[in-house]
């Protein structure tokens, strides 16, 4: 979703060339600030109210870039085709916005956690069964068995919330932010 919400941009900010020019500098900052925008609103998770705050930003810029792009292609200048070509490029970018916004609040039902926890006491409990039976203990099976354990969990949940665990997204958003470069 992140290549996809970058080429949307991508895509509709080189079709504000269909629009007259003295009409483009206008849009093409809002597109900037936009964004700008977005990048700011993935930067400041996980605090809710600061990314709640920056998504209402972008959503605010969001409607300003529709309403001027649609009073843009009206006017003497444009090309003839520029709301046929533009219009749908921003209808097509603030889907995939919308889109990528529902993804990062979605999670698996908690039914899934509880079979997970399930599952991995239901291993230990056979584990120790089986070694119950053995005349000596082996500690280090014991040990690697619980890590291993541990770990799977643990990376399982976590990679469900890839910008607020340890497990993050390295260059998440490096697509978008080389868009934002191609603006200048």
Known sequence: MLAEEAT???TAYLRLDLLPREHRPALQELFRRYVDSRLAAFHKMPDAQATAAEMARSEQLQQRIWQDALAVTELPGAHRDAGKLLVPALNNM???RTL???SMQ???PTIVYVLLFIVALLCAVLAGYRMASARHRSWLHILIFAVITVVVVFVILDLDYLREGLIRLQDADRLLIETRAAMN
């Open 8 to 10: 949307a941009i991508h």
């Open 100 to 102: 990528r916004t529902m």
């Open 94 to 96: 603030f889907d995939i």
């Open 106 to 108: 979605i999670h698996p």
